[in-house]
């Protein structure tokens, strides 16, 4: 398979608002399991990235490797979840606020985006290390420090996600010059990272909800696996 494979990243155009009622009617590919976990959110917000999110993988699938079945998840250690009826392909998803990335590829992958935001002492002292720290405190405008640890915890997360370990994992320990596979994305105030298991190269392709949407409802997709 090709080495160089795409991150996609959904991002709404601006003052772009979708309601919530127009996304339900997607609800109808989602399997049951999606269907109750959508339900089982409170904040709109989070009922409508369990929907997209789903949408955008789907996508990522048709897009680039030709599958147009629905995928159902299986979860492994630490409820990493993978492709329960589709073979020898992994997949990440993550979102912040509004926006989401997602990934799939032939090995193992996680994936992370952070909005750059004002960072909080006790934040600072859970995930920098004391070189980390150091970098971070070489900077002297505020918007190069929140862009540095925007990069260094993108770069965390990631790689836990690819490892599927416990979120309770020290984050100090894991450094950035000991990931094998890393790739980082700065686009406006936030940013991607990628790890994966083997070396790859990734492109990084920017859709707007709109476009995904318009994908959809032009019937790409039409398998229903809630019977």
């Given at each position: 398979?090709?080495?160089?494979?795409?991150?996609?990243?959904?991002?709404?155009?601006?003052?772009?608002?979708?309601?919530?009622?127009?996304?339900?009617?997607?609800?109808?590919?989602?399997?049951?399991?999606?269907?109750?976990?959508?339900?089982?959110?409170?904040?709109?917000?989070?009922?409508?990235?369990?929907?997209?999110?789903?949408?955008?993988?789907?996508?990522?699938?048709?897009?680039?490797?030709?599958?147009?079945?629905?995928?159902?998840?299986?979860?492994?250690?630490?409820?990493?979840?993978?492709?329960?009826?589709?073979?020898?392909?992994?997949?990440n998803l993550s979102?912040?606020?509004?926006?989401?990335?997602?990934?799939?590829?032939?090995?193992?992958?996680?994936?992370?985006?952070?909005?750059?935001?004002?960072?909080?002492?006790?934040?600072?002292?859970?995930?920098?290390?004391?070189?980390?720290?150091?970098?971070?405190?070489?900077?002297t405008k505020e918007?190069?420090?929140?862009?540095?640890?925007?990069?260094?915890?993108?770069?965390?997360?990631?790689?836990?996600?690819?490892?599927?370990?416990?979120?309770?994992?020290?984050?100090?320990?894991?450094?950035?010059?000991?990931?094998?596979?890393?790739?980082?994305?700065?686009?406006?105030?936030?940013?991607?990272?990628?790890?994966?298991?083997?070396?790859?190269?990734?492109?990084?392709?920017?859709?707007?909800?709109?476009?995904?949407?318009?994908?959809?409802?032009r019937g790409t997709?039409?398998?229903?696996?809630?019977?």
């Amino acid at each position: 398979m090709n080495q160089k494979e795409n991150i996609y990243v959904l991002i709404p155009k601006q003052n772009e608002e979708i309601n919530l009622k127009d996304l339900e009617k997607f609800l109808k590919i989602l399997p049951k399991e999606r269907v109750k976990k959508y339900y089982a959110y409170v904040k709109e917000l989070d009922k409508k990235n369990c929907i997209l999110s789903y949408l955008l993988l789907c996508y990522i699938l048709n897009k680039d490797y030709d599958i147009f079945i629905t995928p159902k998840f299986k979860y492994g250690k630490n409820k990493k979840p993978y492709f329960e009826n589709i073979k020898k392909l992994y997949f990440n998803l993550s979102h912040s606020n509004n926006k989401i990335a997602g990934a799939v590829s032939d090995c193992n992958i996680g994936i992370d985006i952070q909005e750059q935001r004002k960072i909080s002492k006790s934040m600072i002292k859970r995930v920098l290390n004391e070189k980390e720290l150091d970098d971070y405190l070489s900077y002297t405008k505020e918007i190069e420090r929140k862009k540095c640890f925007c990069r260094l915890w993108t770069i965390k997360e990631s790689e836990i996600k690819r490892r599927g370990s416990s979120v309770l994992v020290d984050l100090k320990q894991i450094e950035k010059d000991n990931i094998k596979n890393i790739e980082t994305f700065e686009i406006k105030d936030f940013c991607i990272s990628i790890s994966s298991e083997e070396y790859k190269e990734f492109n990084l392709i920017q859709i707007s909800t709109e476009s995904l949407l318009n994908y959809f409802e032009r019937g790409t997709l039409c398998l229903n696996t809630n019977k």
